[in-house]
């Protein structure tokens, strides 16, 4: 599954899906963001890159710190608290001997409307 996209999903995502549909893109152009709330009312950081849209927790898996000024680079996420790396892909930590996981949503735009979905249960 991919975090990054800009069509309507390719494959259905399986298990029970929670979809929100966020409206016309809150990102703007790339390297816009915008914190959102996923279906269940969480919040979430939406970034515009230059592969598409990504989402992912608001909150950092570290400490729960905010990850409203993080920095999207390519496919890694750097905390702005204390650094930590994450694969905005697969919300794997990129830093050797941390298990710690980003909560990765899938994101599609479709009728010129941004949707999110809720990640499959691990
Ligand atoms: S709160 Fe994000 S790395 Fe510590």
Do not use: N
């Amino acid at each position: 599954m991919s975090a990054a996209a800009t069509g309507t999903p390719a494959e259905p995502p399986a298990g029970p899906v929670w979809v929100v549909d966020l409206g016309p893109d809150p990102t703007g152009r790339v390297g816009g963001r915008a914190i959102v709330r996923g279906p269940h009312g969480e919040r979430v950081l939406v970034v515009r890159t230059r592969r598409g849209v990504v989402a992912v927790a608001g909150e950092c898996p570290h400490r729960s710190l905010p990850l409203d000024e993080a920095r999207v680079t390519g496919r890694t996420l750097v905390c702005p608290s204390h650094r930590w790396r994450f694969d905005v892909r697969s919300g794997a930590c990129r830093d050797r001997g941390r298990a710690a996981r980003l909560t990765v949503y899938r994101a599609w735009r479709a009728g010129g409307h941004l949707f999110l979905a809720a990640p499959p249960p691990h």
